[in-house]
């Protein structure tokens, strides 16, 4: 089947998106966790605050830095960075403990689900139209589930790769392939859409037909000249 991005044409027979930036705002849903990450790790220390937010890219303002850790990491990876940067300071039990609360309290939060565009309209006209849907995303695989039934789109979503699967995070390929193969599609014969440059990064490793730009809302796009198509939104996916 042909995908249509833009002035780009892929003959594919399933398209893999990213969640977060992709499918929905990324500010609005981690910005609050990012922010009260940080405050439940740094427990007051306001030097220890500062270099938590440089190393998981967090924002003065409370946004995420495009590109950072928070962004597009997992919650292992991020927990990883955070007990590396609390330990130059603390004993290691008490930096996993701070870890370990932090996890605990965002756990809890209730994420905002604010789908980019019309998701819910253009995964059904992609999926009436025979192509396969999948979701790769650095997320943990509980919080996924839980944000496409948000979209209210989970029905539509054949597989899903996340982000503590059996597998090592994006930009590695293993999770795209381990979706194609799980499909039985094959990896030349998908299309990758996404926010950031592990996307790119798997798509290529993985050796997809090809793979999309979701740009940010002021138009820009972090990955412009690394894909081969930018769009606003989903909506502009065709099919032909």
């Known amino acids: 089947m042909i995908v249509i991005a833009g002035d780009a044409r892929f003959d594919v027979d399933m398209i893999v998106f990213d969640k977060d930036g992709t499918l929905m705002d990324l500010n609005a849903a981690w910005a609050p966790a990012a922010k009260k990450w940080v405050e439940v790790a740094a427990a007051g220390d306001n030097e220890l605050?500062?270099?938590?937010?440089?190393?998981?890219?967090?924002?003065?303002?409370?946004?995420?830095?495009?590109?950072?850790?928070?962004?597009?990491?997992?919650?292992?990876?991020?927990?990883?960075?955070?007990?590396?940067?609390?330990?130059?300071?603390?004993?290691?039990?008490?930096?996993?403990?701070r870890v370990e609360r932090a996890a605990e309290i965002i756990s809890d939060l209730e994420i905002a689900v604010q789908p980019i565009g019309d998701v819910r309209g253009s995964l059904n006209?992609?999926?009436?139209?025979?192509?396969?849907?999948?979701?790769?995303?650095?997320?943990?695989?509980?919080?996924?589930?839980?944000?496409l039934a948000a979209l209210g789109v989970i029905e539509l979503i054949a597989g899903v790769a996340a982000g503590d699967g059996p597998w090592d995070p994006k930009p590695d390929p293993a999770s795209l392939l381990a979706l194609a193969e799980g499909l039985s599609i094959e990896p030349a014969r998908m299309l990758m859409v996404g926010d950031s440059t592990t996307d790119v990064g798997a798509a290529r490793a993985a050796g997809a037909a090809g793979v999309v730009g979701i740009a940010r809302s002021d138009g820009?796009?972090?990955i412009a000249g690394s894909v081969d198509a930018v769009v606003d939104s989903i909506e502009e996916i065709g099919v032909q």
């Not at 500062?50 to 409370?62: I, M, N, Y």
């Not at 990491?73 to 004993?91: F, H, S």
């Not at 139209?129 to 650095?138: D, E, R």
């Open 125 to 147: 006209r992609l999926s009436d139209a025979g192509l396969v849907l999948s979701v790769a995303s650095s997320d943990d695989g509980d919080q996924i589930f839980d944000d």
């Open 220 to 222: 820009t796009c972090l």
């Open 49 to 97: 605050r500062l270099r938590l937010e440089t190393e998981l890219g967090v924002e003065a303002d409370g946004g995420l830095v495009d590109g950072g850790s928070m962004a597009i990491e997992t919650v292992a990876q991020i927990a990883g960075r955070t007990q590396a940067v609390l330990a130059a300071d603390l004993p290691v039990a008490e930096a996993l403990s």
